[in-house]
């Protein structure tokens, strides 16, 4: 059974930084494809802003390239997400999400990962 647990939310100022993480168990994310999604207030779409394939492979929203960064350590399981510069049009409920199997690409839908976490909130104020 897949479980991912965000952690690292909170509120933050306009121009300051969190580091999300997502833990992991039941999957191993150096053999998926994760990605990190976002659903602001009053939204049912969740949008991608970072996605993770094997080998690395990395890709960011535009609205966030250059502040946002996703890393992962694979011996400890744990997916991260580096949030620089923060905006108060980055405040949302974060998730993580894997794709375990049939990772061959990069995935940008929330329709494309079949397992994911319970969220993190993020609030920036200006």
């Keep these: 059974q897949v479980r991912l647990v965000e952690s690292g939310g909170g509120s933050v100022q306009a121009g300051g930084s969190l580091r999300l993480s997502c833990e ?28 993770m394939a094997i080998g690395d492979r990395t890709d960011y929203d535009n609205s966030v390239k250059g502040r946002f960064t996703i890393s992962k350590d694979n011996a400890k399981n744990i997916l991260y997400r580096q949030m620089d510069n923060l905006k108060p049009e980055d405040s949302a409920m974060y998730f993580c999400a894997a794709r375990p199997v049939g990772c061959t690409a990069l995935y940008y839908g929330q329709g494309s990962y079949p397992d994911w976490g319970q969220g993190t909130q993020v609030t920036v104020s200006s």
Excluded: N
């Design 24 to 51: 992991a168990s039941g999957v191993t994310i150096s053999r998926s494809c994760m990605g990190w999604f976002r659903q602001a207030p009053q939204k049912e779409r969740r949008e991608s802003v970072a996605v």
